[in-house]
């Protein structure tokens, strides 16, 4: 693992250093495979980042969307990532919609719409069952509790490790999320994270020790680049 830390001064240059990051990673997947697959976050963090990235000339033909985590509601629902990225981006750049693979919210219950959506992922990627397909970038967040995609504190999810997506727990509140062996065989993981109320979680997150299940980012150790790109509000006390 390839590990960088970055401390920006001020969210509009995160969100600057994390387009310039995505468009070369995109840059070099259209090279050398013909297209380029980005897992999203949700959140208030990445949205101007979504914002920016519609305002460039890319090659949206070869751009294929997912996301890595999904509140279990309605696509139109106010609390969907999938209907936050659509409205900041999506909606505005000529993709196709088949390049366009948002997380179904809409089954019997979040258990088939897990198993769906991994199932959607295999096909796309031609796997086999014993594999876990390597996305171009996964996007992450970071909560003040240290959770990830829908990765919480003490949660069943963070044991599953022989599948792709599960069921994400928050307050007794369903989410779709990748599982983190899953994220975690990406080509590059990027975490935005940003305020000085995640100096707490992210000192437990590059601590030499601390428990893995308390603090689920550890658990993100991507067999290709992992990219940590902080405000200097969050990232204060890990400037050199």
Not at 45 to 65: F, N, S
Not at 95 to 105: E, G, L, R
Request: glycine letters at 4%; aromatic letters at 8%; hydrophobic letters at 40%.
């Amino acid at each position: 693992m390839n590990k960088t830390v970055e401390v920006l001064p001020d969210q509009p240059a995160l969100v600057a250093r994390a387009l310039e990051l995505i468009l070369s990673k995109l840059e070099t997947a259209i090279e050398q495979r013909g297209q380029f697959t980005i897992a999203l976050s949700g959140g208030s963090t990445p949205k101007p980042l979504y914002e920016a990235i519609a305002t460039q000339k890319l090659p949206w033909d070869k751009i294929h969307i997912f996301w890595g985590d999904e509140r279990y509601v309605p696509p139109d629902h106010p609390d969907s990532n999938e209907l936050m990225t659509r409205r900041a981006w999506l909606d505005r750049v000529d993709i196709p919609a088949a390049n366009i693979h948002p997380v179904p919210t809409l089954e019997a219950n979040p258990e088939l719409a897990a198993a769906k959506y991994e199932q959607h992922l295999k096909e796309f990627f031609h796997s086999s069952g014993v594999e876990f397909p390597p996305l171009d970038v996964v996007l992450l967040g970071m909560g003040d509790d240290a959770h990830t995609a829908s990765l919480f504190p003490h949660t069943e999810a963070l044991k599953v490790r022989d599948r792709l997506v599960t069921v994400g727990n928050k307050d007794g509140n369903p989410r779709i999320s990748f599982t983190y062996p899953f994220i975690n065989s990406a080509r590059s993981v990027i975490f935005l994270v940003a305020g000085a109320n995640k100096r707490p979680a992210l000192a437990q997150v590059f601590a030499p020790v601390a428990d893995d299940f308390t603090y689920p980012s550890r658990l993100i150790q991507p067999q290709g680049e992992l990219w940590w790109l902080l405000d200097a509000a969050a990232g204060l006390e890990l400037q050199h």
